[in-house]
Nanobody, 119 residues
Framework: VQLVESGGGSVQAGGSLTLSCARS????????MGWFRQAPGKEREGVAV???????KFADSVKGRFTISKGNAKNTLYLEMNSLKPEDTTTYYC????????????????WGQGTQVTV
């Protein structure tokens, strides 16, 4: 299983970015995928997850600003981030291999290398 994130970068406060995650070599039956983020010295936290049926969950800190979606082939995951704030600055990670589709790091078994977002 390989997860590769892209789309990170620098943006001014109030701006937008869309992150992408390409998944390959995946054989697990569940297609729940998610986005997490981790700032230096802090624990990794859930940002958003989306299950097989398109049902999404978001962290309170990003509700109404971020949108999670999958590509038609379900091998690509997106995170559309709007109204970005300086506190959104951190490294964002794509995740797969979830059992329960929860906003918890211990629910996911596969991780990408991360992409940096700076606001």
């Amino acid at each position: 299983v390989q997860l590769v994130e892209s789309g990170g970068g620098s943006v001014q406060a109030g701006g937008s970015l869309t992150l992408s995650c390409a998944r390959s070599g995946y054989t697990y039956s569940s297609y729940c995928m998610g986005w997490f983020r981790q700032a230096p010295g802090k624990e990794r936290e859930g940002v958003a997850v989306i299950d097989d049926h398109g049902l999404a969950k978001f962290a309170d800190s990003v509700k109404g600003r971020f949108t999670i979606s999958k590509g038609n082939a379900k091998n690509t995951l997106y995170l559309e981030m709007n109204s970005l704030k300086p506190e959104d600055t951190t490294t964002y990670y794509c995740a797969a291999g979830s059992r329960w589709c929860l906003l918890r790091t211990d629910d996911f078994g596969n991780w990408g290398q991360g992409t940096q977002v700076t606001v």
